[in-house]
């Protein structure tokens, strides 16, 4: 019998399409403000040149995109501010290194990228985000219709069918975790240039690096599964 390919928890890895300018701030310079905090154009750059110096002549691999970099930057900022260093003595998960996400990312482990990815999965991974959430019925079929789309459910399997087998602790928590990341990129008055928009963080993905779950960068949070690429 055919199954829903089953949903993959992330905290980060690519950017995706989505969203707008939040607010009207627009200086040369900059691609996204955090509050009063600026991340600039040239520390995107150097981020991207350092990918592709230390990539060197491989054919295959791609340099990482500006907007996979904005992306992971604003997050890890929103992120700090949300969840601070915990005090001594309480118990954390541990660490995740550069090397844990490097071939996700396609990128070496000591490239400034997959060090500043996984300082932000390390934060994520402390994020309290409060109880699980039930989908509703718009967002599981939002779900189906894209897992369908992008063959991580077979076109012909029953969409009912489906979102039973997709709605269960990883889907619930995803959409918890989604509420608290978006609510706090509203919080932090995030605003992102729109050379950038539209831009999105994924949360939840289906194998085949498919997002099904993700957060909306740089306009107030939504209660939508979103996921335009």
Do not use: W
């Not at 690519?14 to 969203?19: Q, T, Y």
């Not at 996700?104 to 490239?111: A, I, R, W």
């Not at 269960?168 to 990341?181: D, F, H, N, T």
């Not at 999105?200 to 997002?211: A, C, D, I, M, S």
Request: hydrophobic share 40%; glycine share 6%.
């Amino acid at each position: 019998m055919q199954r829903a390919r089953r949903l993959v928890s992330i905290p980060v890895i690519a950017a995706v399409g989505l969203l707008a300018l939040a607010g009207c701030r627009s200086e040369p310079g900059v691609a996204a403000y955090i509050g009063d905090t600026k991340i600039t154009e040239d520390r995107v750059t150097a981020i991207v040149d350092d990918a592709t110096t230390q990539l060197g002549e491989n054919a295959e691999a791609q340099p990482p995109t500006r907007a996979m970099v904005v992306s992971t930057l604003v997050l890890r900022e929103v992120c700090d501010r949300l969840n601070p260093v915990p005090p001594a003595g309480q118990p954390t998960p541990p660490p995740v290194s550069p090397e844990q996400l490097s071939q996700n990312l396609g990128v070496p482990p000591t490239t400034t990228l997959a060090k500043e990815s996984a300082e932000l999965q390390t934060c994520l991974m402390r994020i309290q985000a409060g109880p699980p959430i039930a989908p509703s019925a718009e967002q599981l079929a939002d779900v189906v219709t894209r897992g369908k789309a992008a063959g991580a459910i077979p076109p012909d399997f029953p969409a009912d069918q489906a979102a039973a087998q997709l709605d269960g602790e990883q889907l619930r928590s995803a959409l918890a975790s989604r509420k608290a990341i978006s609510e706090a990129v509203d919080r932090y008055h995030v605003t992102v240039n729109p050379r950038y928009r539209p831009l999105e963080f994924p949360v939840l993905r289906f194998q085949g690096n498919v997002t099904a779950v993700g957060v909306p960068i740089g306009e107030a949070a939504s209660d939508a599964v979103i996921d335009r690429r």
